[in-house]
Nanobody, 122 residues
Framework: QVQLVESGGGLVQAGGSQRLSCVAS????????MGWFRQAPGKDRVFVAA????????YYADSVKGRFTISRENAKNTVYLQMNSLKPEDTAVYYC???????????????WGQGTQVTVSS
């Protein structure tokens, strides 16, 4: 099993940028599609972005398309979420996730990180 640890959260002003990182450890010899989800207070956890093992295919929620970019460095077992033009409604706990396929990671990930808080002030 792989373990995921997120970092990079914090407080940022609206219109600003932030980059989240997620480092995988454990069974990193396997190939995983990776994704990011978020959960705002009082709301369900929702899909944000996903990336295939090779990095050649990415997926985004409509709410972040054009503002967020997911990428990965397999040599470092790390996936990133670059967030630009942040809005107060982006405030949430952001979770890293892993799955065997891009489809799986977008709908029913096998592994979750512990989450990192992102707060966007207006």
């Amino acid at each position: 099993q792989v373990q995921l640890v997120e970092s990079g959260g914090g407080l940022v002003q609206a219109g600003g940028s932030q980059r989240l990182s997620c480092v995988a450890s454990g069974r990193t010899d396997r190939t995983y599609a990776m994704g990011w989800f978020r959960q705002a207070p009082g709301k369900d956890r929702v899909f944000v972005a996903a990336i295939s093992w090779s990095g050649s295919t990415t997926y985004y929620a409509d709410s972040v398309k054009g503002r967020f970019t997911i990428s990965r460095e397999n040599a470092k077992n790390t996936v990133y979420l670059q967030m630009n033009s942040l809005k107060p409604e982006d405030t949430a706990v952001y979770y890293c996730a892993a799955g065997d396929t891009s489809g799986e990671v977008r709908t029913k990930p096998r592994v979750w990180g512990q989450g990192t808080q992102v707060t966007v002030s207006s």
